[in-house]
C-alpha cells in the first residue's frame, strides 16, 4: 500500500475522532467578507443558502475550495443538490498554502461530503491542483477557523458527479433536473 493511504488513513482517524461543534458565526462572516473582497460572489451566495440549514455547516474548522463566479456561471445547481457541492468543494480542516506545500504529491483527503475525496498534485513551483482544479488564489480567508483557496474549476471525482450539475448551453434555459 502507498504512503498516501496511510496518510489519507491518519487524517481520517485525526477528523473522526474532533468533536463536532456549530461553524463560528463570526469566522463564517468574516470568511465571507473576504471572499466578496476577492471577487467569489457566487460562491458566498450559494454558501449564505446553505447557511439557512445550521446543521451542514456543523464543523467549525474548513478549507473551501471555490471556484471564480466565471466558472460557476457555466453550471446550473440544483437546491436540492446544493449541500453535495459545496460540502465537495471544502476540507473539513483548515488548510493555508504552507500547510500543503508539506503533504506529499498524491496525497488524498477527504472532502467534507461522505466519499468524496481530494487528491493534492504538487506541479512543483508551488503549482498545486486539487482534483481537476488548480489552486490559482491561495490564502484569501483569514478567519481562524475558516480557510479557503480560489481554483480554476469545479471539481471532478471520477464517474461521481453532482446529482444536478449541468453545464449550461448559451442561448436556452436549463430546467432544474429531477433529484434521483
Known sequence: MGASYFIFLALFLLFESQPITPANQNDLQAALDDMRTNSYHGFVILLQMLNTNPTLL???DMTFLMPSDAELSNY??????LPEFLLSHSLPTTLLLDDIVHLPTGTVLPSSYPNRTISLTDQGRR????NNAKIVKPNICSSSSIKCHGVT?????????FCSLKVKSLGTREKYPSSP
Do not use: A, H, K, L
Open 58 to 60: 456543523q464543523d467549525g
Open 127 to 130: 503549482d498545486f491542483f486539487v
Open 153 to 161: 474549476g469545479i471539481i471532478q471525482f471520477g464517474n461521481n458527479s
Open 76 to 81: 446550473v445547481i440544483s437546491p436540492d443538490c
